[in-house]
């Protein structure tokens, strides 16, 4: 024991020996609170909870720092259910003794279960919204709750009282009874449970002795009958009736036979009746407690299978939403040419055409049937809404350093097979050229050529007014003038009605000719560019 004034360690003398300190009142409340602390746990050794309770607040009135009756109330409190009063006796502990106490451990033991913590943070919330349900005279939704509690945290005593109090307040002792009894399984002495279940004990006593009044019988004073002799022998006082015959062995069986008779008549009209009363009454409210776990068991089953519900609408939104991402025009597949082209180009920089053909596959916005084919959407560059930067950068940078040169290649190659003749060739490595670089006068021209050469005048004559209306500086712009302005796209002999229609006449002039639909060209030459693309071979086969 150390001195209250100055700490120091004391001896057997009155005082402090360091301090001078009259300790003898500090040990005598240093000794009454161990006291305390001892019968507290006596009574939480045979679970007298609740005295223990008493017994180990006492002592801590007298004496704070007594770490051992704090973390023992802490355990008495856990173990009646009630964990919030149990971590503060704790947390408290802790505080007064950081190192080397119990406490750590006890703690530690609940908070490392979760689901266990969670548990007991909901019954403590269920518990409190059955004591708002009682105080508002909600008694039946005040009973569920309860039964829910008691489910989640068993030991929870206070539920166990107030459960046993609403039954008594319904008349159900029976249940009140059992419920009571179930509590002083963990609380054997609590005066408020024993109290309770006095009073259901009563009750079940009020009802059984008013169901049995009609057994009761008074026993009558015999009544002197003028036909009868009465004599005393003795200290007995003997009547005997005047005439009377004393009744033979036959009479005697009679008798016997008549009042069995009448015994099982009394039981059957009188006792059954009562037992049949009661064991109905008890099968009722076995019913009934039955009906309300199966209510409880139903809502529970409801909320779950709402919660069933509203998670396989997330998980079919979620599966929509990967469908979007993984499908033909989900942003999967466009990575995944990107990533091609970044590969193709890293292997073979100079493979301009492979790495250039897998970055068209990459549509600009939407996938969109116009902007694959024709790839006139690409002037304005990529969707910034729909895609990333770091995906429009790796695109523009591929784009920016192979679109040139792709055109380059398919224009010299073009050129060449025009002038070997291999006129389809020349239009597919041109088409491709134009949709690379839609604004290259010499991929329109040498394309207008092959359309004249390989005899389809009305993509020709679109190719020279393309020429003509949008590159107008250009070098060959007087060369596409002269052949629109002399119909020499127009000499094709086999050339059907409805082209000789479409071509335009030889005597309109140039103003006439410039004022070709732009739209029905870019249409025409998309058609064009699918239909070459299946022409290509067969093209290069018989040029060989």
């Not at 009756?69 to 502990?93: D, I, P, T």
């Not at 022998?233 to 005439?243: K, L």
């Not at 127009?490 to 050339?495: N, P, S, Y």
Request: hydrophobic letters at 40%; a negative charge; glycine letters at 6%.
């Amino acid at each position: 024991m150390r001195c209250y004034n100055c700490g120091a360690e004391l001896t057997i003398n009155p005082f402090c020996t360091n301090c001078g300190a009259d300790i003898r009142e500090y040990r005598r409340i240093i000794w009454t609170s161990n006291q305390y602390y001892n019968d507290g746990l006596t009574k939480a050794r045979v679970r007298d909870l609740s005295g223990a309770v008493v017994s180990l607040r006492a002592c801590l009135k007298l004496n704070r720092t007594n770490i051992e009756a704090r973390n023992l109330l802490g355990l008495v409190y856990f173990e009646m259910g009630e964990a919030v009063a149990a971590f503060a006796e704790w947390v408290v502990s802790k505080n007064m003794k950081p190192d080397k106490n119990v406490a750590d451990d006890f703690m530690e033991e609940i908070q490392s279960n979760p689901g266990r913590l969670d548990t007991i943070n909901h019954s403590i919330k269920k518990y409190n919204q059955a004591l708002a349900y009682a105080r508002q005279g909600s008694l039946d939704l005040s009973v569920i709750q309860l039964k829910k509690v008691l489910q989640m945290n068993p030991n929870l005593v206070v539920a166990y009282e107030l459960l046993g109090l609403l039954y008594l307040q319904a008349e159900e002792y029976n249940r009140a009874k059992r419920i009571l009894n179930q509590a002083l399984k963990i609380d054997r002495n609590n005066t408020r449970v024993l109290y309770y279940l006095k009073e259901a004990e009563e009750g079940i006593a009020q009802r059984y002795s008013g169901e049995g009044t009609g057994l009761r019988r008074r026993r009558s004073e015999p009544r002197a009958s003028t036909d009868a002799i009465t004599y005393t022998s003795g200290n007995e006082t003997i009547i005997q009736p005047v005439n009377s015959v004393e009744r033979g062995g036959s009479s005697t069986l009679l008798n016997i036979v008549i009042g069995a008779v009448i015994g099982i008549l009394l039981m059957l009209f009188l006792v059954l009746p009562a037992r049949i009363r009661s064991a109905n009454n008890e099968m009722n409210d076995q019913l009934k407690e039955v009906s309300d776990e199966l209510n409880v068991k139903n809502a529970d089953i409801e909320e779950q299978q709402k919660r069933i519900e509203a998670l396989q609408s997330e998980n079919n939104e979620l599966k929509g939403n990967i469908g979007d991402l993984a499908g033909n025009s989900g942003m999967a597949e466009r990575y995944d040419h990107l990533a091609e082209a970044a590969l193709n180009y890293i292997k073979d920089p100079n493979d301009v055409t492979g790495t250039e053909a897998m970055l068209a596959l990459i549509p600009v916005g939407s996938a969109s049937a116009n902007a694959v084919s024709l790839n006139i959407e690409s002037i304005g560059g990529l969707d910034p809404t729909i895609y990333s930067q770091a995906f429009r950068d790796l695109y523009n940078y591929l784009d920016n350093d192979v679109a040139s040169r792709a055109a380059r290649t398919y224009i010299d190659r073009g050129r060449e097979e025009f002038e070997n003749q291999q006129y389809q060739a020349a239009i597919a490595d041109l088409l491709k050229a134009t949709e690379i670089a839609p604004l290259d006068d010499e991929a329109w021209y040498y394309l207008a050529e092959s359309y004249k050469q390989a005899g389809d005048s009305v993509h020709a004559t679109q190719a020279y007014s393309r020429i003509v209306n949008e590159m107008a500086d250009s070098q060959y712009a007087d060369k596409a003038r002269s052949n629109l302005s002399n119909g020499a796209a127009a000499e094709d002999t086999g050339q059907t009605q409805e082209q000789e229609q479409t071509a335009p006449d030889t005597a309109e002039t140039t103003e006439n000719t410039a004022a070709i639909d732009t739209d029905a060209l870019a249409q025409a030459l998309a058609l064009q560019a699918l239909q070459a693309g299946a022409g290509a071979g067969e093209a290069e086969n018989g040029a060989e």
